[in-house]
C-alpha cells in the first residue's frame, strides 16, 4: 500500500511499504507482536530552502471540522481524530512511538517486561510538573489509571484496557502494570496518540471536575481558554521540561466545519494550517506554490455503519443487499477525489489476508436479497450537517434506490448524531473505524459483545472468539489468523461497509515549519514554528 508525501508546486513524491505479502503482520518487536503501521515522515518542499533553525515565538492558528468532546477520558470517553493535536499540546503520555515501533520516552524513561510478558516496570521522569503546580509522580499515574479501570466510572475505553489487572507504585517514580495474560498491543496502550487513555491529566484537575473542559497536563502549551464550536486556545508553558521547545507563544485551534471556508480562510492568512480529508482541496493545494501538503495514509477506514440491532437491518440479508448496492469506486471518485484508496479490510495493507470475502458492487444481487427479505426497506442515514456529510447522504440515497430501498436523510450536529451512535439511537450514519498501530484492541472495542463502544450492536460468539483471541495471543502467526477471521466475518456478516481507507492530510502556508510527521491525524505543534517569527533564541 503506498504512502505519498505531498508538497506545493506539484511535486509528489512517493514510497512503496506493507505490501501485505507473506501473509505475515509487520514489524514485530519482542514477545508483544506490536502491529505498526508506518506513518509518513517528510520535509515540505517549497520554492526555498528552509531557514536555518527555529525562530521563536508568533502564533499558529489551525482549523479543523468540529469541535473537541473533552478531554476528560470517563466525560468525553474517547479523542476523536480533530482533537488529538489539542491533546497532544496540553497533556503527554508515558510514551511516544517511532515510525518502527519502538518507545520513546516522554514522562517514562524506560518500560521492561517481565519474561512472561505479564507486567511492565515503569522508570518515570522526575523533576516534571503539572501546568496547575502538581508534580508528576507515581502517585498521579497510578490514579488516572485506577479511575479509568473502575467500573463505577463506566468508562467507555474499559473493554480495551481488560488485560490490564492492577497499576501499582513501586516508588515515587517507579509503577508497574501487572496484567491478566500477556498482552500485545500493551504498548499502543500507554503511547498511542489517538486513545484518550494514554494522556496523563494533573489529578488535581480531574479531582476538582475541571479538566474535561479546561486540560491540564504536562505539555508544552497551557490551556487558555475554549469557545464551544469556536476555538480553543493555548498558550506557551514557560516551565515545560523540554528546554528549548516549544517555539510558538500561542496556538489557536479554531472549528471550521465547512472545507471551502477552511481552505479560503488558508489562502487569505486567516489560517495557518488545516486539516482535511477532502480531495478537492489537497489536489488544489499541490498546485500552489504557497502551500505544503502533509499527508499520512494509515490503518483503519472511513465506514457506513450500521445498528445490526434495529430492524431491518439486523436482518443480514438486508445488510448484504445494501453492501452489493454500495459504490465505494464512485463513492471515493465522488467525494475524495481518488485521493485516497479503497479499502477491504481494516488494516490499511499491513496485515496480508487473502480473500476475505468482500461483497461487491452488484445492485442485482443487492434486489435479490431485499426480494428474499419480502418487506419494503426504509432506512433512515443520519449524517453530519456538513457539505461532506450531506454528500454522503445523497450518494446513499441515489445508490440504495436502485435497489429498491427508501432513505431518509437526517443532518444533524457532529456532537448530537455522536451521542446518538453512542445510545444506539440510530439506523445507519456514517462514520470512522479510528487507526492504529495495533488494529487488534481498536477491532475489540467496536466489536466485542459487551464492550460499550460496540457502535454497531453486533454480537456473535464466533466474532467474540476471534477478537480474544488476537487479544489474548502473543503469537504472531495466530494473532494474524485471529485478525484476518475478524475482517472476513466484517465483509460476510456486512456489519458495516468501507467507504475508503484512511489518510490524514494537512495542508499548511509555506513558512509553518518542524511538521516532521501527521501519523494518526496529529499535527506535533511542541515541534512547529513560524518562519519570520525574528526570534532565534526562547
Not at 255 to 274: K, N, Y
Not at 309 to 331: C, E, K
Not at 428 to 437: K, M, N, R, S
Request: hydrophobic share 40%.
Amino acid at each position: 500500500m503506498p504512502h505519498t508525501i505531498e508538497s506545493g508546486g506539484g511535486k509528489t513524491m512517493r514510497r512503496e511499504i506493507a505490501k501485505g505479502g507473506g501473509g505475515m503482520l509487520r514489524r514485530f518487536a519482542g514477545f508483544t507482536g506490536l502491529l505498526v503501521v508506518a506513518a509518513a515522515a517528510f520535509l515540505g518542499q517549497g520554492e526555498g530552502t528552509l531557514a536555518a533553525g527555529p525562530e521563536y515565538g508568533g502564533a499558529l492558528t489551525v482549523a479543523v471540522e468540529a469541535d473537541s468532546r473533552g478531554f476528560d477520558p470517563v466525560k468525553a470517553g474517547f479523542l476523536p481524530s480533530q482533537a488529538r493535536s489539542i491533546a497532544l499540546a496540553v497533556e503527554e503520555r508515558l510514551f511516544d512511538m517511532d515510525e518502527n515501533g519502538k518507545l520513546v520516552p516522554e514522562l517514562g524513561l524506560s518500560a521492561t517486561p517481565s519474561k512472561d510478558g505479564k507486567n511492565w516496570t515503569i522508570k518515570l521522569r522526575k523533576g516534571v510538573v503539572f501546568h496547575d503546580g502538581t508534580p508528576f509522580n507515581a502517585d498521579s499515574v497510578v490514579e488516572h489509571w485506577e479511575r479509568l479501570m473502575d467500573p463505577k466510572n463506566h468508562f467507555l475505553g474499559r473493554a480495551t484496557m481488560q488485560p490490564i489487572e492492577s497499576v501499582k507504585k513501586i516508588d515515587d517514580f517507579t509503577v508497574r502494570f501487572q496484567l491478566k495474560h500477556a498482552w500485545a498491543p500493551f504498548k499502543d496502550a500507554i503511547a498511542s496518540t489517538n486513545w484518550i487513555a494514554a494522556y496523563i491529566p494533573s489529578p488535581r484537575a480531574v479531582r476538582e471536575g475541571t479538566h474535561d473542559r479546561a486540560p491540564v497536563g504536562t505539555g508544552p502549551y497551557k490551556f487558555k481558554e475554549w469557545i464551544a464550536n469556536d476555538r480553543l486556545v493555548v498558550v506557551k508553558n514557560p516551565n515545560y521540561w523540554r528546554k528549548g521547545k516549544p517555539y510558538l507563544d500561542t496556538v489557536v485551534f479554531r472549528t471550521v466545519p465547512d472545507m471551502q471556508t477552511r481552505f479560503a480562510g488558508l489562502q487569505s492568512g486567516e489560517l495557518d494550517m488545516i486539516l482535511t480529508d477532502r480531495g478537492a482541496s489537497v489536489l488544489q493545494a499541490r498546485n500552489d506554490k504557497t502551500l505544503r501538503v502533509y499527508s499520512s495514509e494509515a490503518s483503519g477506514a472511513e465506514t457506513f455503519l450500521f445498528n445490526t440491532s434495529r430492524p431491518p437491518l439486523d436482518d443480514v440479508r438486508v445488510r448484504r443487499a445494501v453492501a452489493h448496492a454500495w459504490n465505494q469506486d464512485f463513492y471515493i471518485k465522488a467525494s475524495f477525489k481518488d485521493t485516497i484508496a479503497t479499502a477491504r479490510d481494516p488494516f490499511g495493507g499491513t496485515i496480508g489476508c487473502g480473500d476475505l470475502g468482500y461483497l461487491e458492487f452488484n445492485p442485482e444481487k443487492g434486489r435479490k436479497l431485499i426480494a428474499e427479505y419480502g418487506k419494503p426497506v426504509s432506512l433512515e442515514l443520519q449524517v453530519t450537517n456538513t457539505p461532506r456529510g450531506r454528500e454522503f447522504g445523497e450518494i446513499v440515497q441515489r445508490m440504495l434506490k436502485e435497489i429498491g430501498v427508501t432513505v431518509t436523510i437526517t443532518p444533524l450536529a457532529q456532537g448530537q448524531r455522536n451521542k446518538k451512535v453512542l445510545a444506539g439511537d440510530y439506523q445507519a450514519t456514517g462514520w470512522q473505524l479510528f487507526d492504529a498501530t495495533d488494529m487488534g484492541p481498536v477491532l475489540y472495542t467496536n466489536l466485542f459483545s459487551m464492550s460499550e463502544l460496540n457502535f454497531s450492536r453486533y454480537q456473535n460468539p464466533e466474532m467474540d472468539r476471534l477478537l480474544t483471541a488476537a487479544q489474548t495471543s502473543v503469537n504472531q502467526k495466530e494473532r494474524q489468523k485471529a485478525l484476518c477471521g475478524v475482517a472476513k466475518r466484517i465483509n460476510e456478516e456486512a456489519v458495516f461497509l468501507y467507504r475508503g481507507a484512511l489518510r490524514y492530510n494537512a495542508i499548511a502556508k509555506a513558512d509553518v515549519q518542524g511538521i516532521s510527521r501527521i501519523d494518526h491525524g496529529v499535527i506535533r505543534v511542541r515541534d512547529a514554528w513560524v518562519k519570520g517569527a525574528g526570534k532565534k533564541g526562547p
